[in-house]
């Protein structure tokens, strides 16, 4: 497992200039997304011209439009607009499991990278807070290629074999940490407990996005025996009698129904879900999500 996210790690830096111009569709999609509430005021810009009216401020007049129309026109501005985005992500010892030569850490750190690099792409400031067992790592939102580069680096590195989540308290943090309304990503397996509420206030001060990575076995078992399964987090060990048609139709019939609980949570709790399998393409799924918001 070390040897992969070494590995991972080096590859992720060098990645960073291709992985630039794949996320080229990605930071235009993110801009066209409805979530209209996130933008701040930093300065005004261009907008139009409309033709003037009476009690108009006669120093917005467009002289060069009133010239060749013969009609006074002033110009328009409005705000320019700054999207401000966090991301929350989780290195637990249950993220850093999966089938199919690829774990929900690798998936969500892709995820993570791409984010990070379509904010650099259009100048968004980028935050971050990475947690396991504890938080590991926080900084407050900054647009810089120095701050991308920070993000890249500390999403590279190996996570502590510690165990729990720390969902709850990153969610708390993150609370406090921010203090302008952000879009906030929080990337993790939910595999914890007590983190609804924190969500909840989270959500209540700024739009969360919920991306629930999940695996193929998750909702589907493979036909190979009786097998014993470990819970990483806590070393509870079962025995899972994969061969019996009755036990794989409960697995798939409790994994919907764990799917729906968590969904209805995260609407009930003000957030957005997104479910994103380690079998998917992370690019493709944010695409799909952002296409998706900018049609609402």
Aim: charged fraction near 25%; glycine fraction near 6%; hydrophobic fraction near 40%.
């Amino acid at each position: 497992m070390a040897e992969n996210l070494i590995s991972d790690r080096e590859s992720l830096i060098k990645r960073a200039a291709v992985l630039r111009i794949t996320t080229t569709s990605l930071a235009s999609a993110m801009q066209n997304g409805t979530f209209r509430s996130l933008y701040h005021g930093q300065g005004i810009e261009f907008a139009g011209v409309r033709e003037y009216l009476r009690g108009d401020d006669v120093r917005t007049i467009d002289w060069n439009v009133t010239a060749r129309s013969g009609k006074p026109f002033v110009k328009l501005f409005d705000e320019e607009r700054e999207l401000q985005i966090f991301l929350i992500v989780d290195r637990s010892l249950s993220m850093q499991e999966g089938t199919k030569n690829k774990t929900r850490l690798e998936s969500a750190t892709e995820i993570a990278a791409l984010l990070t690099l379509s904010a650099e792409r259009n100048a968004n400031p980028i935050g971050a807070a990475l947690f396991s067992g504890d938080i590991e790592f926080a900084v407050k939102p900054k647009n810089s290629s120095n701050q991308t580069m920070l993000l890249l680096s500390r999403l590279d590195e190996q996570p502590p074999l510690s165990r729990g989540t720390a969902l709850a308290a990153a969610l708390q943090a993150t609370g406090k940490l921010l203090k302008k309304r952000s879009l906030v990503f929080v990337i993790s397996d939910f595999r914890a407990g007590g983190w609804e509420d924190a969500f909840a206030n989270l959500s209540a001060r700024h739009d969360a996005v919920a991306v629930r990575i999940t695996d193929s076995m998750d909702s589907s078992l493979p036909e190979i025996g009786s097998i014993t399964v470990r819970d990483s987090e806590t070393g509870l060990r079962k025995l899972f009698p994969t061969m019996s048609k009755t036990f794989r139709g409960q697995w798939r019939e409790d994994a919907a129904m764990r799917t729906k609980r968590w969904t209805d949570i995260i609407l009930r709790r003000g957030g957005v879900p997104l479910s994103i399998s380690t079998s998917e393409d992370p690019l493709s799924a944010l695409l799909n999500f952002f296409t998706q918001r900018e049609a609402v």
